[in-house]
């Protein structure tokens, strides 16, 4: 019977880590596996308590600060940037007129639907200017000549 509670608390707090991805639930998850295979084995309650608190503690000592490292963005770590994190601080080129509302640039050979990060800019097909930030599948854009001075905008969520 013993197992079978450290079984479903391991499940339970599984699905929890699920709506949460904090990755700190989980933890707990393995120190109940744990102590479901310590209930198994036929040890009493305090020692099943016992493997649960050390292998959560354990896991969270251990496991946590290297899931942190590995989270970090690529500009934390000093490390390659990929993905969205490469294309904030590029450059563009404008393809069709950008607006507050739409337009179309090219960055890296990718198209890309773009707005003006200042909304009252806008640019010309032709033009280059240098992406400040990403949100969703929408560039969004500041002069080029503006952002190579080194004064690149306050990105604002």
Same mark, same amino acid.
């Given at each position: 019977m013993d197992a079978v509670f450290w079984v479903v608390l391991g499940v339970v707090l599984a699905v929890a880590e699920i709506f949460t991805t904090t990755l700190f639930l989980i933890m707990? &998850?393995?120190g109940a596996f744990a102590a479901a295979g310590a209930a198994a084995l036929g040890a009493p @309650?305090? $020692?099943?308590a016992l493997v649960f608190a050390v292998v959560s503690a354990l896991t969270v000592a251990v496991a946590r600060p290297a899931i942190r490292r590995?989270? !970090?963005s690529a500009?934390? &770590? *000093?490390?390659q940037a990929f993905g969205v994190e490469a294309i904030e601080g590029s450059t563009a080129l404008v393809l069709e007129r950008v607006d507050a509302d739409q337009g179309l640039v090219k960055i890296g050979g990718e198209l890309w639907s773009a707005r003006s990060f200042d909304a009252t800019q806008s640019f010309v097909p032709g !033009? !280059? %200017? !240098?992406? $400040?930030k990403v949100q *969703? #599948? @929408? #560039?969004? %854009?500041w002069d080029d000549d503006v952002s190579t001075s080194g004064e690149l905008p306050e990105a604002r969520g």
């Open positions: 707990f &998850s393995v @309650t305090g $020692i099943q590995h989270a !970090r500009e934390e &770590s *000093g490390d !033009r !280059r %200017v !240098r992406v $400040i *969703g #599948a @929408t #560039a969004l %854009v």
